[in-house]
């Protein structure tokens, strides 16, 4: 298995252009998370789906974030507008609701976002 | 709110055994982690936890829970400089949302 797979890796936007960050989570799993990690206030949980449906956006710190999962592999994240406080390290997580490991969430390897 | 606590930093010298201690506030908690991050990655999953254990051990690594106390630890063996990084505990309670500690940063010098 590939793993959690996010793109782009690295993004660098300037104040006030929208930014999209992308997640596939491993497949067969019914849950994708979205996290942010900043240096200030560690790492964040901002939403999570349940076989497609926002479950718990109290983390989205505001209106200019929105998340979407069309289906059960793909998922986006976006910032519109962004600000350069917004600059963090962005994970996407996935789990399934069987298995041994059930409740274990997987991270992709993060899309490092600076807004300048 | 539930909580998750770690110390921020440990530096231990190369062939030592590294503590990493953790304790959480959950009382409802039903599986304990530990991730891993390396500079520059995501979050790896080294091992878990039931509630319902006192103990697992994994190659080098032996993770302890003290329940009453809500105390976990994670002790590596061996410690190597390949084990240098950010180690987060993270815990389970009855919602589907993990809590992270702030992470322990681990040197291992020669």
């Known amino acids: 298995d590939a793993g959690v797979i996010q793109s782009p890796r690295h993004e660098v936007t300037e104040m006030g252009q929208e930014v999209t960050l992308r997640c596939k989570p491993i497949s067969g799993h019914d849950y994708l998370f979205w996290y942010r990690q900043t240096m200030m206030r560690g790492l964040e949980l901002l939403i999570y789906f349940n076989n497609n449906v926002p479950i718990d956006d109290s983390g989205m710190p505001e209106d200019r974030f929105s998340a979407k999962m069309p289906n059960a592999s793909f998922s986006t994240l976006k910032i519109q507008p962004s600000e350069p406080r917004d600059s963090a390290v962005y994970f996407c997580?996935?789990?399934?609701?069987?298995?041994?490991?059930?409740?274990?969430?997987?991270f992709g390897p993060g899309t490092r976002l600076l807004v300048l | 709110g539930e909580d998750v606590e770690q110390s921020l930093f440990l530096s231990v010298r190369e062939g030592d055994s590294s503590v990493i201690n953790c304790t959480y506030t959950d009382s409802s908690s039903t599986y304990l982690y530990w991730y891993k991050q390396e500079p520059g990655a995501g979050l790896q999953l080294l091992t878990y936890?039931?509630?319902?254990?006192d103990m697992k051990q994994d190659q080098r690594l032996t993770v302890l829970l003290n329940k009453k106390d809500k105390h976990l630890s994670l002790r590596i063996a061996d410690t190597q400089t390949g084990d240098s990084a950010i180690y987060f505990c993270?815990?389970?309670?009855?919602?589907?949302?993990?809590?992270f500690g702030t992470g322990t940063r681990l040197q291992v010098f020669p």
């Open positions: 993270a815990e389970k309670g009855n919602t589907d949302k993990l809590i």
């Open positions: 936890i039931f509630s319902n254990m």
């Open positions: 997580a996935s789990r399934s609701t069987g298995g041994l490991a059930r409740e274990t969430q997987y």
